[in-house]
């Protein structure tokens, strides 16, 4: 499993796990992250059960996992979070873990022993320490009902989850959008489909034009970083979503 450096001031750094060689061909690929500031880290959807025993070989190549205080799952896709009980078997037993208040009950199917901290509805602000004070914001619907991004406004980074994900046909050796044009084309059935509400896109696209972001990171397929993410933004404001309710229509016909 790849692991790039995104950010880095001090102590304070991002670290993006992904394009994975190792996993297995009917597993969807997924990027992982952590936040570090001194000995505190924080992961970000570290992933599911399949993809744990390359993402933790990656993450103690980089980091101590005594270091890790905090998990954060932004929704309760396995994919996110269905390694949960094997991270809590590795890291240290006071960690802190943040899930979704709708999703808690739901997320204990993975992990009955997790000790769970509910996110509200409106989101709330987690601090690491120094620099890296977390701004958690409510991303609802996209795709998920109780689903969330989060923002760091020193490293000017925005996590977003499945919003920006790509389903790319092969592994990359880099983790960043080079063509935006050509990347459309591994983005566009997947959010027209899986992006369920043009309201609540619409909301989440004037929530974030109002932030400075250098890096746009989804949990799928490849990082945006400069004039792309704006381009991205503007791309989603104007793309027609919630397909799947045209079959519903049809169905009744």
Known sequence: MQCITIYRNGAHRWLAFGQDPARPENIVD???????????????????????????AAVTRELAVEDVRHIFLSHQDPDVCSALPLWRRVCRPDIQIHAPWMWTGFISHFDRDANLTAIPDEGC??????????RVLPAHYLHSSGNYHIYDPAAKILFT?????????????????TN????????????RRWMGSAAARDAWVAMVSRLKIDIMAPQHGLMFRGDDVKRFIDWFASL?????VTTLRNAIR
């Open 30 to 56: 997924t990027t992982q992250y952590a936040i570090c500031t001194g000995k505190s880290v924080m992961l970000i959807d570290p992933g599911g059960m399949e993809v744990f025993p390359t993402m933790i």
């Open 125 to 134: 602000e987690i601090n690491l320490g120094g620099e890296a004070r977390l």
């Open 161 to 177: 989850g499945d919003v920006g994900a790509a389903m790319l046909p092969e592994l990359r050796t880099e983790m960043f959008v």
């Open 180 to 191: 935006f044009s050509d990347h459309v084309r591994y983005m566009e059935t997947f959010h």
């Open 240 to 244: 027609d979503v919630g397909t799947g």
